[in-house]
């Protein structure tokens, strides 16, 4: 299975964005699709996610600014940031959790990663 973002960069405080994630390959391994954040010195922190059910869960410090959406198919995830804050400085990551089966599905998934900079 494999990830691939789009979106991203510089973004003035206030301001709105989009990041986008594809999964292919192996795509029955998901059950989980994600993103994350990294801040340089800090643990990844989970931003957003979205079971196979539809259940959709938002981090703390996002909930009410930042809404997840597959806009573009089952297995896409459109993050949409809006009131962005300078903290939300990041690095942001794409990432499905692998189901138990089929075996040969892994347990983590993970894009590249994309730097979302946020300006004030």
């Known amino acids: 299975l494999d990830l691939v973002q789009s979106g991203g960069g510089r973004v003035q405080a206030g301001g709105s964005t989009t990041l986008a994630c594809r999964a292919s390959g192996d795509t029955n391994c998901v059950e989980v699709m994600a993103w994350y954040r990294q801040r340089p010195g800090e643990e990844r922190e989970l931003v957003a996610s979205r079971n196979n059910g539809g259940y959709i869960d938002y981090g703390s410090s996002v909930r009410g600014r930042f809404s997840l959406s597959r806009e573009n198919g089952p297995n896409t995830m459109t993050l949409r940031m809006n009131n962005l804050r300078p903290e939300d400085t990041a690095t942001y990551y794409c990432?499905?959790?692998?189901?138990?089966?089929?075996?040969?599905?892994?347990?983590?998934?993970w894009s590249q990663g994309t730097q979302v900079t946020v300006v004030s």
């Open positions: 990432h499905v959790l692998g189901r138990s089966f089929p075996t040969y599905c892994e347990p983590n998934y």
